[in-house]
DNA sequence: TTCGATTTGTTCGTATGTATT
DNA sequence: TAATACATACGAACAAATCGA
């Protein structure tokens, strides 16, 4: 079964050795000229296909050197995925502790969201995330527990970087697109005291779910964010 | 002065037949055979300075139609500068209606937003946006009066569509890309009445500031949400 | 430091396919 | 049906950046 167009076709195959894991994140592809030989192509089909990947943060290509595998560094990550910002529009990185680790089942809001049978195990992770030593959010991470067997709780907080980059590293999965779902809430008693604030202070409420190739879900949170010196930047139209 | 490509430079003298109104929006703009020549390149170069137009949200392609100016139809609006959604995740389109419409001198955040002197003159608009007959955002809206002359109070309340597509309709300016800051607060006593909550209940702050060609901003305003059944979708990655 | 091989970036031109009018 | 316009694909040449010898 191939695609419409030639473009899409050599677009596809390049996912495929993607998610087969026969190119590793951080490395180079093939060049550009071997790739439109290998696939029979010109070199012109695989620049269009290249650079679709491109758009999508899946590839980045650098003159000179080659096309390589997004690597989910931290600067990368942020630059991609983490729009919060301080009140001179600066993103601050924030230092994650987790609070806690376990197997858990899923239930129906997560099912839903990851694509899995309600009761389906997953690893459940509550984590604070500090900015400038402050804690500034609090997580509530669910990941099925399918995709990342033999993690157990000492790797997990063992990591270095972030946790899509430890998704990468480790399980050979990347993180190519997230969607959030903003809403202002009351805090929680537990949400408040964790960001030292008073319960029924707002607080922004982030259901956010990550997706690797193909559109899989990988992993789903629900985030709490004190806004009181902090905003989350969105920006519609170019790109 | 030209760009440092060729492309650069396509696009660059695209976007001044744009704001200098040549091509109005919902026009076909001349061939991409028609543009090469013009511009004495190949059409290779007139399709990608073209691409990152549309990337852009400035032009439309259609095929065996031709190349298009955006025009800020509701449906378009909708779909490129609007992501408020239901709890099943559909866009419910919002009825404006004008609180109050006054000429008023620019605050110092303002100002800054729409760089411009603390103290000029700006337009100054309240509205009230019901979703299925509810109340659910109210907005203070500033535009530089510099930008929008004759503009008189009539006028804008007898317009028709979204305030962008008046923009372009009656001043050719359009509105290529919006910047929104949230963040969640609790409901002042005003905003609380204008949404039928109690004062302290958690609302969603949207800070916007909206863009024409070159990044010279046009409007901006603070919008405040109830998100009790509503959410702002937001997604990184892909585009 | 210099040089040359490699790789992506830009531009050109042409041919053919597909959708619209 | 015919003309028009965008979409896809091919191939070539040179520019610019990178990197190792």
Chains 1, 2 share one sequence.
Do not use: C
């Not at 980045?60 to 991609?80: E, F, I, P």
């Not at 129906?108 to 509550?126: E, H, N």
């Not at 604070?128 to 669910?142: A, F, S």
């Amino acid at each position: 079964m191939s695609s419409r167009t030639l473009h899409a076709e050599v677009k596809r195959r390049i996912i495929g050795s993607l998610s087969e894991g026969r190119w590793k994140h951080g490395e180079a592809i093939p060049s550009e000229e071997a790739l439109a030989r290998r696939y029979k192509v010109s070199i012109g089909t695989v620049r269009h296909a290249v650079s679709e990947l491109v758009a999508e943060n899946v590839l980045v290509r650098r003159q000179g050197s080659g096309t390589y595998v997004a690597s989910h560094t931290r600067d990368y990550m942020l630059s991609v995925f983490f729009w919060i910002v301080d009140e001179k529009g600066r993103k601050e990185l924030p230092r994650v502790e987790v609070l806690s680790y376990r197997r858990a089942r899923a239930d129906a809001g997560t099912a839903a969201r990851l694509g899995l049978q309600r009761g389906a195990p997953v690893i459940r992770v509550r984590a604070l995330q500090r900015i400038g030593g402050r804690p500034m959010m609090v997580d509530d991470i669910r990941m099925p527990q399918a995709l990342f067997p033999a993690l157990d709780e000492p790797t997990f907080r063992g990591r270095e970087g972030t946790v899509y980059g430890f998704f990468q590293e480790r399980f050979g999965i990347t993180v190519v697109r997230v969607v959030e779902r903003l809403q202002a809430r009351a805090a929680s008693a537990a949400v408040g005291a964790a960001l030292g604030l008073a319960a029924g202070a707002p607080v922004l409420r982030i259901e956010r779910t990550a997706y690797t190739y193909g559109d899989a879900p990988v992993e789903t949170r629900v985030r709490y964010v004190n806004t009181a010196r902090l905003a989350y930047l969105s920006q519609l139209g170019r790109h």
